[in-house]
Nanobody, 115 residues
């Protein structure tokens, strides 16, 4: 069974940084495009970044220049480095394939940006 485990969230002040990790198991990680998604209270889940099997990357306009997605295929792990965080980045962050084919989403990791 496919399992996704996100970690690394927390409370950070505006302008701060966090690095999220997502460990995946039960899938052939290296051939999948992987994405980081987030869901803020009262809003729909949205894709913020994705990385393809060849290492190419896309970002949502709202995070471009501040967030960096990367992957380590040897560890079946995808990362999201978040810099210059803003209060509007507050959300629960999840990973999944892109498009999101894994129906049992992980528990996510809460990111709160507040002074």
């Amino acid at each position: 069974q496919v399992q996704l485990v996100e970690s690394g969230g927390g409370l950070v002040q505006p302008g701060g940084s966090l690095r999220l990790s997502c460990a995946a198991s039960g899938l052939i990680f290296s051939i999948n495009a992987m994405g980081w998604y987030r869901q803020a209270p009262g809003k729909e889940r949205e894709l913020v970044a994705r990385i393809f099997s060849d290492g190419s990357r896309n970002y949502a306009d709202s995070v471009k220049g501040r967030f960096t997605i990367s992957r380590d295929n040897a560890k079946n792990t995808v990362y999201l480095q978040m810099n210059s965080l803003k209060p509007e980045d507050t959300a629960v962050y999840y990973c999944n394939t892109n498009p999101a084919r894994i129906t049992n989403w992980g528990q996510g990791t809460q990111v709160t940006v507040s002074s």
